[in-house]
């Protein structure tokens, strides 16, 4: 295999984004085919990448390369090992769902799809790049088209949600730089593989620790979330998607990343991230309850979810990291597919408040099984992947004597369940309001006000209110197949989890790969 494929998953979406923003400047209107073939074109690409990559890194290979030649310290270095490649095919997978959710929705008009390939670009390169400068280039170029795409539709809210997210998301990277400052400061190098343990040196813990920070932030750690609720609620229904497995998710890449390598798994720290881990877990299930819309409860179960990966970093052993990974891989699906179910009623009856919609269980069959199932996911029930998921957590936790730990994940699984009755029951079974037939009552009224700071679905695309065209249940449908699947046929999943795991727990062949000329 050669080593120059990993340039693709960077220089592909970016240069097919040059190329769709120059095209629309020559002739503007008409190019939606155009976009469409092209964002997904490039996507496909770096999604078959991902898995050469992913199957090499399992033959025991990590490609490795150094753009231009340069030597080490100069060189951008991209290396793909399992877990990189892993997190590249799924992250790349998921950008092509979104594509085609937003087609169904109508929101790839305009340059949705070459800022959607610009943000997808700084994804990558943040999963692939070796050094620690170079991560922070590449989470600004994933989030400068963020801010243009949560806001790019006007309206006082969006704004208002554009201003906390560029807020927050400035003072975190304002923060990040500051650690790579301070960690060249104190090592002169931002290499990972140079840092490989240098975090045991106090100073360079402290440094370390800094940049650990930011990056809990980015990847909305409690008690640095509250961005995240706020600025997802009022994003488009396709954006949100897009944002749901790419933005937070690299931040906890980035957490495992670096604790793996720069603090080499330091025992002294993990009952620190243990304790976020439980707190976000339980903060952002709390949250979830307390909400009355579909989008917003399940943002606030983004910061819960995130909480189990976390706890799977504060494990720090094979068993841990490998539930971690293999929850956060078939969480990215089943979260999307959750939020493709609340974008398609939004779109399709103009809001997703709880007290509005009523009756849709008999109305859109395909839409209620897409959200059962991925719901059931999300939950835990067995056989889905999410069941495997925290079945692997939980004894993972146990045999770590961490009892509180798995009290948590035990009594969120059951909060987590009851949020999701509550949306069920509220949009799928209760019968409909009034003679207009199921879910009526939505699609004939104007927006009402917010209530108590509830999500109100001002972000659908403006149009009639028709009932969900099976176009827009079709992503979702396929994302909760995936969710049976990698339940039923968690082995070779599981499999690579492990192997990834293993190589955060003992980095000698990541840091021979990054470090050699």
């Known amino acids: 295999m050669s080593a120059t494929l990993l340039v693709v998953p960077v220089a592909a979406p970016l240069a097919a984004a040059g190329a769709l923003v120059l095209a629309a400047r020559r002739a503007p209107g008409g190019f939606s085919l155009l976009m469409r073939t092209v964002g997904w074109g490039a996507t496909s690409l770096v999604l078959v990448v991902a898995v050469v990559l992913l199957a090499a890194a399992l033959d025991g290979g990590i490609a490795t390369l150094r753009l231009g030649g340069w030597p080490p310290g100069i060189a951008i270095v991209l290396v793909a090992d399992v877990l990189s490649a892993v997190l590249l095919a799924v992250t790349s997978a998921l950008v092509l769902a979104s594509l085609a959710f937003a087609a169904a929705t109508g929101e790839d008009e305009g340059y949705f799809v070459p800022l959607a390939l610009v943000l997808s670009t700084g ?20 989030l400068v088209p963020s801010y243009v795409l949560l ?43 140079e840092l490989a343990g240098a975090a045991s040196v106090p100073a360079v813990g402290v440094a370390g620790a800094v940049l650990m920070v930011a990056l809990a932030v980015k990847a909305a750690v409690v008690p640095l979330h509250s961005w995240l609720p706020g600025s997802y609620a009022a994003a488009g229904p396709a954006v949100v998607v897009l944002f749901s497995g790419l933005l937070t998710k690299v931040g906890v890449y980035a957490l495992v990343r670096v604790y793996s390598v ?10 620190l991230i243990m304790a976020a881990g439980v707190t976000t877990m339980v903060v952002g299930v709390l949250g979830a309850v307390g909400e009355g819309s579909m989008r917003s409860v399940l943002t606030f179960h983004m910061v819960s979810q995130i909480g189990y990966m976390v706890v799977g970093l504060a494990l720090f052993t094979t068993a841990g990291l490998a539930a971690g990974i293999f929850f956060l891989v078939q969480y990215v699906l089943v979260k999307a597919a959750l939020l493709m179910c609340a974008g398609a009623v939004e779109v399709g009856y103009g809001t997703d408040e709880l007290h509005r919609l009523r009756g849709l269980g008999r109305r859109e069959p395909a839409l209620a099984v897409a959200f059962g199932i991925s719901a059931l996911a999300l939950v835990g029930v067995p056989p889905l992947s999410g069941f495997v998921a925290k079945l692997y957590l939980l004894d993972a936790v146990l045999h770590e004597a961490h009892y509180v730990a798995a009290a948590a994940i035990a009594g969120v699984s059951f909060l987590t369940l009851t949020s999701m009755l509550k949306v069920w029951n509220a949009v799928f079974t209760q019968p409909a309001p009034g003679p207009g037939g199921p879910g009526a009552a939505a699609a004939a009224g104007a927006e009402e006000p917010a209530r108590h700071g509830a999500h109100v679905a001002v972000a659908a695309p403006a149009g009639p209110r028709t009932g969900v065209r099976p176009v827009l249940v079709a992503p979702a449908v396929v994302l909760a197949a995936l969710a049976v699947v990698l339940g039923i046929w968690a082995e070779p999943l599981l499999t690579v989890a492990e192997e990834a795991a293993r190589g955060l727990v003992d980095t000698t062949a990541y840091v021979t790969a990054v470090t050699s000329p």
Do not use: C, H, K, P
């Open 151 to 193: 806001v790019a539709a006007g309206g006082a809210r969006r704004l208002a949600a554009g201003r906390r997210y560029l807020a927050v998301n400035l003072l975190a990277s304002t923060l990040f730089l500051a650690g790579v400052g301070l960690l060249y400061g104190v090592t002169g190098t931002v290499n990972l593989g």
């Open 262 to 271: 720069v603090f080499d798994g330091d025992q002294r720290w993990l009952w």
């Open 123 to 142: 994804v990558y390169g943040a999963l692939l790049t070796g050094d620690l400068f170079n991560l922070f280039v590449f989470v600004e170029v994933m």
